[in-house]
């Protein structure tokens, strides 16, 4: 039978989604759980693999399994042996023609960053942070530009292993209460390093750096050599997978970050 599940993560213990020789992974974690409640070895597949120190809130994964166990099994057996900073919220059977990664329709972000002179110790790899005043409107201006279909090769990582940097995006909003501000990007896919890097382009436009028409051009000359230095992971949160209705999956757990974003400071 094959199950998909959905699963939050804190990064910041991690080195990534992706199982890794002598490292702590999500991954390996998940298959280390998952293979005690089934009793055999397992193997999960990820609707995206996030780096080192970036967060997740709606990962869904999928796993294959000759076991025959309870749902909540899956759920609360696999918890109960997991490391803290992971959790599987729900479980759900699936067809075996279903795929976390390739069945997905659009997958979604967020970046918290904490735009405040001095730094948050208590939040410390949970938020980003930028110390210079930001600009609201002039980056949300320049966010608009990153809508539609692009080639984003002006925002992706040099060790890409993407076939194609061009993507859709849907959503670039910029959300702020009080010194927190609150990225959202939704996208068909995305490139690696690809929201972190628009992150950073889109500080340069807040701290006046950068004009909001020169993240166009950057966009359109497909150099990330003229692009921002890749912002830290520290803020970055897969928050949600789209799936067609038909696979009749839960809908994507937000049900922590209006907490984050009600965190003030003075």
């Known amino acids: 039978m094959r ?3 959905g699963v939050e ?31 055999e070895p397992v193997t999960v597949a990820a609707a995206g693999r996030t780096d080192r120190g970036v967060h997740a809130s709606g990962q869904v994964v999928h796993f294959d399994t000759q076991a025959s166990r309870p749902l909540t099994a899956w759920v609360r057996g696999a918890n109960a042996l997991l490391p803290p900073g992971i959790a599987v919220l ?14 997905a329709v659009r997958r979604s972000y967020q970046y918290l960053l904490l735009n405040h002179p001095v730094r948050n110790a208590l939040m410390q790899g949970k938020w980003g942070w930028f110390h210079q005043p930001l600009d609201l409107a002039l980056m949300r201006e320049a966010a608009r530009m990153l809508l539609g279909t692009h080639d984003f090769s002006a925002f992706r990582a ?21 010194p927190l501000l609150q ?25 006046g750096r950068l004009e909001p028409a020169g993240l ?6 497909r150099d ?10 520290d803020g970055l949160y897969l928050t949600g ?9 839960p809908a994507p757990a937000t049900r922590y970050h209006g907490a984050f974003m009600q965190a003030r400071m003075d």
């Open 158 to 178: 040099a060790e890409c292993q993407a076939k194609s940097p061009v993507k859709t995006l849907t959503q670039a909003d910029i959300a702020a209460n009080g």
């Open 241 to 249: 997978v789209g799936y067609a209705d038909d696979w009749q999956l």
């Open 90 to 103: 729900w479980a759900h059977p699936v067809p075996d023609s279903f795929h976390a990664r390739f069945c």
């Open 3 to 5: 199950f998909a599940l």
């Open 224 to 233: 990330r050599t003229r692009g921002a230095p890749t912002f830290p992971p």
């Open 9 to 39: 993560y804190d990064g910041s213990g991690f080195c990534g989604w992706q199982r890794q020789p002598d490292q702590a992974s999500v991954q390996g974690a998940l298959e280390s759980a998952l293979g005690g409640i089934a009793g």
């Open 216 to 221: 166009g051009a950057l966009l359109e000359s």
């Open 183 to 207: 990225f959202s990007f939704t996208a068909d896919a995305f490139l690696q390093h690809m929201v972190r890097n628009m992150v950073g382009a889109l500080v340069a436009v807040g701290a």
